[in-house]
């Protein structure tokens, strides 16, 4: 039982920067991996990035890679997403998720169990 809340979306001219923010409940949030995932309307829900859960290991889409960062502060049951570079492209509402106990970093939408309500990012050109 793990509930995700996103914060940090708004609207940034292309080249600037965001931080995402994703709030998670419970104890063990050291025992999930998290992800990152964006969808745009009218497009299928993509990966972005994940990290596993001590915060040594992180996966990028090659899409976003060089400009984001996903990081994660196990004490404040958090994870977080920088953003820089900013694309027009990159706009789309952007999900963190939760999966627990993972053998290898997911980035499958279907390999995901939580999921936050999503911030929207809009990047102007």
């Known amino acids: 039982q793990v509930q995700l809340v996103e914060s940090g979306g708004g609207l940034v001219q292309a080249g600037g920067s965001l931080r995402l923010s994703c709030a998670a409940s419970g104890r063990t949030f050291s025992d999930y991996a998290m992800g990152w995932f964006r969808q745009a309307p009218g497009k299928e829900r993509e990966f972005v990035a994940a990290i596993t859960g001590s915060g040594r290991s992180t996966v990028y889409a090659d899409s976003v890679k060089g400009r984001f960062t996903i990081s994660r502060d196990n004490a404040k049951n958090t994870v977080y997403l920088q953003m820089n570079s900013l694309k027009p492209e990159d706009t789309a509402v952007y999900y963190c998720?939760?999966?627990?106990?993972?053998?290898?970093?997911?980035?499958?939408?279907?390999?995901?169990?939580?999921w936050g309500q999503g911030t929207q990012v809009t990047v102007s050109s």
């Open positions: 998720a939760a999966v627990s106990l993972p053998t290898v970093l997911a980035i499958r939408v279907r390999d995901y169990m939580y």
